[in-house]
């Protein structure tokens, strides 16, 4: 190499010095390029050493986080572009835009989620060919730099989650190309200028919510951007009304602008154009008036929003068929009239809210047919009427409240709602007795029946629940309360029903009335033989449902502030979230309130810890700080089961990617996700106190970060189950076997060496492209077996890499499958540890 660099030589000045007088061609850019880059990163502070590779020996299109566009960067390079994608890097330092926007054709700069704590840098206005611009979350503060506007091809400029203050540039409206323009969550104040959106003829994403301190009117110009099909402008102090001019924005996918002081009406015809609409969010506003017919045209809409505000007169009676309408929040208005009955079997309706306004007239009968209802809430209305008995002909209902309204006759048998948490009847003329079907209902957890007219006992099956609370207080209710009801509950609610006795009540149920004293004790007397038998087998059935099904209180408890209950908790807990079954039963996906998400481990047996025992690991285990380790969020506690929640990723599972049709995660992308898997591992073993052992670590286990960054998820589960019902729950799971060490069954004590085990065979699934569990046995089963039939090979290592892998990369491929063959060796002490794993795997 060296050599033939002196022999060109001369050829080389003799091009330079032509260069120097043509200007222009393909050669010149090529070379300073490198440095051009490398002046770039000598200015950041790298602490991960992501960029360590830039180095002028090869080509900077090979460079990690530089993208040149295929081909060209070879045969033409006045036309070839470069993309530099470093985000999520931890990178700070002054940025070099001065040299960095010399580079040739540099088109997409990504510094998105990085740790920078300075101003936008003035200087990236002169990169002129940047298309795309993305310094989300990079920890920018200062004023928005008009002068961005300089760069007059960009088509994307994301300033999301910085701390940028002042006002929007009126003259960023020059950026005519511009179709994604993304300022949420920002410091931005003042007005809206309205030449801002006047020219931006091209955008069709529009982001300035979260900005709190802007005191705008929304700008009528707005409307005239006809492109838009997202905007969103909640949570930024907008005042006034809703301007006409919208009701032209046709290509409308969602609008939200909820948690503003809006006010008005909403201009009538609101709705009628806007036929690709999803998503409609003005809740939490100050809106008067009845809501304009129209919205019942929105064909494809999907959530409608409109809570908190101070609407009058009746919903629109189409929206209630829409065919594809999800969501109905219409709770804190001033609505009024009858509720309509819906299109049952075509209804995809999952929640609907309608509590505190003035609805009339019965609940809907055909409520409880729509498949897919899960929530239904109309306290604090005027319903009338009583309560259908087919509420739960849905599989999915989980809520119903419906207190605070003139509802009257029996509480219904309710035995087919399998999947009600939460049944809120209070406040009515509810008569008759308590069913003592509700005690059947496997996931019950909250009632309030209080302030009816209920009478009877309180059934004995109601100690068979979980429950979270049982509300009785105010009904004309007798006799004997259940104790179990009693004493392990945490807000059970028996006040204003004289008639109840009990422990802790005013009356005791031993002491019967003195007049029937006498005529007792005859009858006691003549039935004694067959009522002592009697009561023997009754108390002994009792005793014995109790110990099968003891009734114990849910206690949730949150590590992290997220918005969850334990009813919203048990709601999800719904076939449709299952996003993976595991030894230990099945993870749900929940999407909170705020939009957030979080999966949910449901651990279904859960050995006898006590609750106290449960927060100490789980105090343990969430304590755990790593980026490679999914953060446990909270958990929730009963006797026997315990649900642990942890953050979610976007991406899904490893297993997802690798289960996929086709596996297309380039080299580069699989060694990021084993070295980030064994750096959590590694924490796990040798850098955390007291060291855990994973225990469980699978490529489901394993959650994928937007960068491909992994997060380990599911470790530790064995100290809150205990160490028996861990192994039959694991031996129970067929499907992950192929991740078990083989010394698993043989040895008391689990070691470090077994997760090691683990993390080779993931590590195989990255190198092969193949699933752990190998399809049907015409082979062998599982993919450690295949791989050592295939080493010795002639033609092993061939066989053996996932072909879909260009050559390239064939070298650290070979290495890291030497790496993933010791850590699947069969006997323990020949594996490496998990430190020296990342060693090998960084010199990759
Ligand atoms: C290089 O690309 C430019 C712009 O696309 C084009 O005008 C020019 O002809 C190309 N030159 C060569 C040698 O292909
Ligand atoms: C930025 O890079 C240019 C070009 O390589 C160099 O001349 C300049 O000194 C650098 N600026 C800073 C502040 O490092
Ligand atoms: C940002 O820089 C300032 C000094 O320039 C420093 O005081 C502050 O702590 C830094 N913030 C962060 C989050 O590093
Ligand atoms: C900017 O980068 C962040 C982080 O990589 C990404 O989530 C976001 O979608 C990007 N913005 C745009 C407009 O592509
Ligand atoms: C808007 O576009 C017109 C040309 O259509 C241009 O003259 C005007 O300067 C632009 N406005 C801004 C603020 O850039
Ligand atoms: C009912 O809604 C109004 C706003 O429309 C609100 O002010 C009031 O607090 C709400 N009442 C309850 C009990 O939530
Ligand atoms: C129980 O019901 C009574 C009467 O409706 C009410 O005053 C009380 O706040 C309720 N308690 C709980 C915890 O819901």
Not at 632 to 638: D, H, K, L, Q
Request: aromatic content about 8%.
């Amino acid at each position: 190499m060296a050599s033939t660099n002196v022999a060109h030589l001369p050829l080389y000045l003799l091009l330079l010095s032509l260069l120097i007088t043509t200007s222009s061609s393909a050669a010149e850019a090529e070379q300073p390029v490198h440095d051009l880059l490398l002046s770039f990163k000598a200015s950041l502070h790298d602490p991960a050493g992501a960029l360590a590779s830039w180095s002028s020996s090869t080509p900077y299109c090979n460079w990690p986080h530089v993208t040149c566009t295929a081909a060209a960067a070879a045969t033409n390079t006045s036309s070839a572009t470069v993309s530099l994608s470093l985000q999520g890097l931890g990178l700070s330092g002054d940025i070099n835009a001065s040299a960095l926007c010399r580079v040739p054709g540099l088109a997409g700069l990504s510094l998105a989620s990085n740790a920078f704590n300075q101003t936008v840098p003035l200087q990236l206005s002169r990169c002129a060919s940047l298309v795309s611009l993305n310094l989300s979350a990079g920890a920018f503060w200062g004023p928005l730099p008009e002068q961005l506007a300089a760069l007059a091809g960009l088509t994307s400029l994301d300033l999301a989650g910085n701390d940028i203050e002042g006002t929007v540039p009126p003259g960023l409206a020059a950026l005519r190309a511009l179709q994604v323009l993304d300022l949420r969550g920002n410091r931005l104040s003042g007005v809206l200028h309205p030449a801002l959106f006047r020219n931006l003829t091209s955008l069709h994403y529009l982001d300035l919510s979260g900005n709190q301190f802007l005191e705008s009117p929304l700008p009528p110009q707005l409307g005239g951007m006809a492109s838009l099909r997202w905007l969103f402008l909640q949570g930024s102090g907008f005042s006034g009304a809703i301007p006409d001019t919208f009701l032209g924005l046709e290509q409308l996918e969602a609008l939200d602008l909820s948690s503003n002081s809006l006010t008005g009406p909403v201009p009538p015809g609101f709705g009628l154009k806007f036929q690709k609409l999803l998503s409609l969010d003005l809740s939490r506003n100050g809106f008067s008036g009845p809501f304009p017919n129209g919205v019942e045209k929105c064909l494809m809409l999907q959530r409608f929003e409109v809570q908190g505000n101070a609407f009058t007169g009746e919903l629109p009676a189409g929206l209630w068929s829409l065919p594809d309408l999800q969501v109905i929040r219409a709770e804190n208005n001033r609505f009024s009239g009858r509720l309509p009955e819906l299109p049952a079997g075509a209804s995809r309706l999952e929640q609907v809210q309608l509590d505190n306004n003035s609805f009339s007239g019965a609940i809907p009968q055909t409520i409880g047919l729509v498949r897919t209802m899960y929530r239904f809430s109309a306290s604090l209305n005027e319903l009338s009427g009583s309560l259908p008995d087919n509420l739960c002909d849905s599989p999915a209902m989980s809520i119903i409240d419906v207190s605070r309204n003139a509802l009257s006759g029996p509480v219904p048998e309710l035995r087919s709602c399998k999947s009600l948490v939460s049944l809120r009847l209070s406040s009515n003329g509810f008569t008759g007795a308590i069913p003592a079907s509700l005690g059947d209902l496997p996931v019950l957890t909250y009632i309030d029946l209080s302030s009816n007219g209920l009478t009877g006992a309180i059934p004995a099956e109601l100690q068979n629940l979980k429950l979270a609370l049982l509300n009785v207080s105010y009904n004309r209710l007798s006799g004997p309360v259940p104790p179990q009801l009693v004493s392990g509950l945490p807000a059970v609610f028996l006040e204003g029903n004289p008639g109840l006795c009990g422990p802790g009540l005013p009356n005791n149920c031993d002491a019967p009335s003195r007049e029937h004293q006498g005529l007792a004790l005859a009858a006691t007397v003549a039935s004694f033989v067959t009522g002592a038998a009697l009561l023997a087998i009754g108390a002994f059935a009792i005793c014995r449902k109790f110990r099968g099904k003891k009734s114990s209180p849910w206690k949730l408890v949150l590590f992290h502030p997220i918005k969850i209950t334990v009813e919203e908790l048990f709601a999800a807990f719904h076939e449709k979230n299952v996003i993976g079954r595991g030894a230990f039963g099945k993870v749900y996906l929940i999407e909170l309130e705020d939009g957030q998400r979080v999966a949910v481990k449901r651990l279904l047996s859960s050995g006898k810890l006590t609750f106290r025992e449960v927060k100490n690991e789980m105090k343990v285990l969430a304590k755990i700080r790593h980026k490679n380790i999914a953060k446990i969020t909270g958990f929730c506690y009963s006797e026997g089961e315990v649900s642990v929640i942890y953050e979610y990723f976007q991406k899904g599972s490893l297993q997802d990617m690798i289960y996929a049709p086709k596996f297309t995660l380039g080299w580069n992308d699989r060694l990021k996700v084993a070295l980030g898997v064994a750096q959590g591992l590694a924490y796990l073993h040798h850098d955390y106190t007291p060291c855990v052992l994973h225990r469980d670590l699978k490529s489901s286990n394993v959650l994928l970060a937007d960068d491909f960054e992994p997060r380990v998820a599911g470790f530790g589960i064995h100290r809150v189950v205990r160490e028996k019902a861990y192994r039959s729950s694991l031996d129970s799971d067929l499907n992950h076997k192929c991740y078990i060490a083989p010394e698993q069954n043989f040895t008391k004590n689990p070691t470090n060496f077994m997760d090691v085990y683990s993390f080779g065979v993931i590590l195989l699934e990255l190198i092969t492209g193949r699933p752990a569990e190998q399809p049907v046995a015409k082979d062998c089963s599982d993919i450690v077996s295949w791989v050592r039939r295939r080493i010795n090979l002639i033609d092993g290592a061939a066989q053996i890499l996932d072909p879909s892998i260009s050559c390239t990369a064939q070298q650290g491929m070979q290495a890291a499958l030497e790496l993933a063959v010791r850590c699947t060796s069969v006997k323990p002490e020949q594996r490496p540890a998990m430190y020296e794993v990342v060693q090998l795997l960084r010199t990759l």
